[in-house]
């Protein structure tokens, strides 16, 4: 089951190591229940939806995170981050393959950073879509 964990988390400026902390957990379990490599505990979905302030049905579930939680993707500019994740590819081994950093990759995928437009062609070829597609005006 997918989450969405890490953009409630990186929206709000939460740090994984504080999270796991607050939460009684170690930032590697965090990480993993983050990326879907580890089931979570019904306690550590209490606790989690608790810490975010959202419901379990809301965080726990499959459903793209734009229809889940409009307000914290306003103005997203880019799919980069849900498609990684739909295809399972971890985010440093995503930033090896567009040969850019991890935090940068992190900041393009939460529209923080404008990438440059090579950066946009290598992505649409890595992804396989059209850039178009994958870099947007704005999701509604």
Same mark, same amino acid.
């Given at each position: ?10 929206? =709000?400026?939460?740090? *994984?190591?504080?999270?796991? =902390? $607050? ?11 983050? %990326?879907? !490599? *580890?089931? #979570?505990?019904?306690?550590?979905? %209490? $606790?989690?939806?608790?810490? @975010?302030? !959202?419901?379990? /049905? ?6 793209? /995170?734009?229809?889940?939680? #409009?307000?914290? !993707? ?7 981050? $849900?498609? =990684? =994740?739909?295809?399972?590819?971890? *985010?440093?081994?995503? $930033?090896?393959?567009?040969? /850019?950093? !991890? ?8 529209? @923080?950073? &404008?990438? #440059?437009? &090579? ?6 070829? /890595?992804?396989?879509?059209? *850039? ?9």
């Amino acid at each position: 089951m997918s989450n969405h964990i890490y953009m409630l988390r990186k929206k =709000r400026a939460i740090k *994984q190591y504080d999270m796991a =902390r $607050a939460l009684g957990v170690s930032p590697s379990y965090l990480s993993k229940i983050e %990326t879907g !490599t *580890q089931e #979570p505990t019904e306690k550590f979905k %209490t $606790a989690c939806s608790k810490f @975010l302030k !959202t419901s379990i /049905v809301k965080l726990f579930n499959d459903e793209p /995170v734009e229809d889940i939680f #409009p307000e914290f !993707t306003k103005g997203l500019t880019n799919r980069l981050w $849900a498609k =990684r =994740r739909e295809m399972g590819i971890k *985010q440093y081994d995503m $930033a090896k393959k567009l040969k /850019v950093s !991890t935090p940068f990759l992190s900041k393009v995928e939460l529209g @923080l950073l &404008e990438p #440059p437009e &090579e950066f946009k062609k290598l992505a649409s070829k /890595v992804f396989k879509m059209n *850039q178009n597609d994958l870099f947007l005006a704005e999701v509604d």
